[in-house]
């Protein structure tokens, strides 16, 4: 229980650290197409910010599976959204984004939530997955993420919320990739050909299209708004997905339930108001194929060299 949760802390804190990394590579690198998939993960990993970023990432992302592995995903989601604190935090100290009193507001609702959710914790339930939950949720938040992308290239009146749009979907589905790999975990430990079934598959599927669906959303922004947004709905997913596939309780009493229910939109409260506006020093003009953003857009997009 503790190793997972030093494990889930750990991730929280790399994940913060690595996206603010890669926003920074993001946002120097030509523009993310779709139709140009390989030649646009050649331009991100030709930044030395992104690499780096995304090793970061990825080391945060063995630390997330080996937590998934030893705790219940509610713990570990609720664990990991802390990294919005951290996030915040890096953000003003090491990144030269500036924070007003809305956003630290939202960092101290933020933590309260989580707090009151790790004191409220119910025992998890030790039932085996429900599959055929596991394949409403996914199959439900693959269709509203693909609907989300299509939106933000097809619909011109939503130009202006396309890196919210593209920074939700590839939220939505990286918390199916969490669902999927929660459901691997155990199994994997003691029989790795386990790793051979359809959940792997859809796991692997998730990351690779919430992949360009984020590192287009960074290049977009505003960051902050962009990471935020991404990060509370993977959670969101994942924490319903704890409740409907893997049977983790909300509570076992009245009280247990309203503080947790409470606390949980007191998590969403904070996150809603940590984007707001902020400001960054410069950073390396993007490739000029990239799309030009909007004057607010670009302000949000800065940061330091």
Known sequence: MIAGLLLAVGCAVAGSVSVLLKQRGAVAAPAVLARHPLRSAINLFGSKWWTVGWLVAFGAWLLHVGALSLVSLSIVQAVVSGGLVFLAILAERFFGFEL????WAGLVVTTLGLVVLGLTQAPAAHGHASAAALIAVESAVIVLSAALICASIHLERLHLREGILLATAAGGLFGISDIAIKD???PALTHVMALVNPWTLSALLAMIVAFYASARSLQLGPAIAVITVSSVTGNIVALFGAI???HDPIGH???QIVARVAAFCLVIVGAALLPGRHRAGPVPAADHH???PTQR???????VT
Do not use: W, Y
Request: charged letters at 15%; zero cysteines.
């Open 184 to 186: 691997l975990a155990h």
């Open 290 to 292: 990239s799309r030009l």
């Open 297 to 303: 857009t670009a302000l949000a997009q800065r940061s």
């Open 244 to 246: 409907l596939v893997f």
């Open 100 to 103: 007003g009193r809305r956003q």
């Open 253 to 255: 009493t009245p009280p």
